[in-house]
């Protein structure tokens, strides 16, 4: 496989990522907007998505250590066409249950299902491509989930806010269909390891091993997650459930309209992810670890302006252009700052550990989300008339966090010539 292209099954894969996640966008944004629709609760809003993480952090590590130990492709295949299912199930029983008790259960399940799988994908990147192409890998598949998340929160808010959630639901349900048919032709080179016992002890061993390496073996993974748990909790948090409060329940748009508006914020969300992926792509050899806090300050720069326009324009479209505009420019910089640092990761760990390492790297900062969710809920909810308030308290906080993470890159950066690092060879490849 040369470096400057991509392997027949690494396109594949990507395709496959297309589709699933188009399915995923569309579903993940249409039912915790039914339940802001019905209840107009940000504090629900914010427990019920704090909530689906839980699934989502107990199922990581299994995700990562299953995806060292079992074929790669045949979890993908596996999920999708079980994530398929469960979409149909939700259609049969949404006139026979409770629909906030049913949306709730069904979110835990999507999140755990989307634990379990993306230690597999990203494990399955190392394998597919040279060491050369980690950085234009990893962003094709940020862009491919990026892509993804631009058309479906887009087509999912026009459905939605048309003809209700029954439609979104099936669409959604064809996709993740149609994903594991794709995925069936996919070659993703598995080497067996050793069983060792029953799978709680293999758990909790890989578990053990894989905080050891990122503790003692190589503690700049370790730093590199302490900052992603901070930003997750004070940034990823508020954006997650102020974004769909703040335009549905704050603006004073009629609510049709709300939705769909919500649907194209989202859409310049992806829109911003998928440029960052691009740059990510286009200027990977210039993204040093040295300077990865320059473009953690830029994305919790764009967070001030947003603040500022709902205390000036509390009630007109000013506000919304103006955060939609700054949530755009906020996940360009924070996606090309996500995929450098998944690429560092991969590169400082061996092929026999990616999959698990990476696991636990996604559970712990998991971890920071439910909490930030659950907490800003309460605080959108306690400072009703207030909301730019929570937003410029998110963007002090994230500020300071980005510049502290600066001075640590800044650190790293001295004990490695550029980002990818050069020290660590390819082991199990």
Same mark, same amino acid.
């Given at each position: ?71 790669? &492709? ?99 349900? $064809? ?39 990122? &503790? ?8 590199? @997650? @302490? ?32 939705? &769909? ?20 792509? $286009? ?26 326009? @709902? ?81 410029? @308290?998110?963007?002090? $906080? ?23 690092? &050069? ?7």
């Amino acid at each position: 496989m040369g470096h400057n292209t991509f392997s027949k099954d690494f396109l594949w894969m990507a395709v496959g990522q297309v589709i699933s996640l188009f399915g995923n966008a569309v579903v993940r944004f249409a039912l915790p907007l039914y339940l802001l629709n019905m209840t107009g609760s940000p504090a629900l809003y914010g427990t019920v998505t704090a909530c689906a993480f839980i699934p989502a952090i107990l199922l990581s590590p299994l995700g990562g250590i299953v995806a060292d130990r079992v074929n790669k &492709r045949n979890i993908m295949v596996a999920l999708d066409f079980f994530t398929a299912a469960l979409m149909g199930a939700f259609l049969l029983l949404m006139s026979h249950v409770d629909l906030t008790v049913l949306l709730t259960v069904t979110l835990m399940i999507l999140y755990g299902i989307a634990g379990a799988y993306q230690p597999s994908v990203q494990a399955s990147v190392p394998v597919l491509v040279e060491k050369e192409g980690l950085m234009a890998a990893n962003a094709v598949i940020n862009m491919v989930s990026q892509a993804a998340s631009l058309f479906g929160p887009v087509l999912g808010g026009v459905v939605y806010s048309i003809w209700g959630l029954t439609p979104v639901l099936a669409v959604s349900g $064809i996709c993740f269909f149609l994903s594991a048919v794709m995925e069936l032709f996919i070659h993703i080179p598995h080497v067996r390891q050793e069983k060792g016992g029953n799978i709680w002890k293999t758990v909790g061993r890989d578990f053990k091993e894989s905080l050891f390496f990122i &503790r003692r073996e190589k503690p700049v993974v370790g730093k590199v @997650l @302490l900052v992603v748990c901070a930003v997750n909790f004070f940034l990823s948090a508020m954006i997650i459930v102020g974004l769909p409060y703040v335009i549905t329940e704050v603006l004073s748009f009629e609510s049709s309209a709300a939705n &769909r508006l919500y649907g194209f914020a989202e859409g310049a969300l992806a829109m911003g992810g998928l440029a960052g992926g691009i740059g990510a792509g $286009i200027w990977g050899g210039r993204l040093t670890v040295s300077r990865a806090g320059e473009l953690l300050s830029a994305a919790t720069l764009c967070v001030f302006p947003m603040g500022i326009s @709902l205390f000036l324009f509390p009630e007109g479209a000013i506000s919304y252009g103006v955060t939609t505009v700054c949530c755009a420019l906020l996940m360009v910089f924070s996606t090309m700052f996500t995929i450098q640092m998944m690429a560092f990761v991969q590169e400082q760990t061996p092929g026999r550990m990616t999959g698990k390492v990476i696991s636990v790297i996604l559970t712990v900062s998991m971890c920071a989300q439910p909490l930030g969710n659950a907490m800003y809920g309460i605080l959108f909810e306690w400072c009703e008339g207030l909301e730019y308030a929570v937003v410029l @308290l998110a963007g002090l $906080i994230s500020l300071m966090i980005s510049l502290r993470a600066g001075r640590i890159f800044r650190e790293m950066g001295q004990d490695a010539d550029s980002f990818p690092g &050069r020290q660590t060879s390819r082991e199990g490849r």
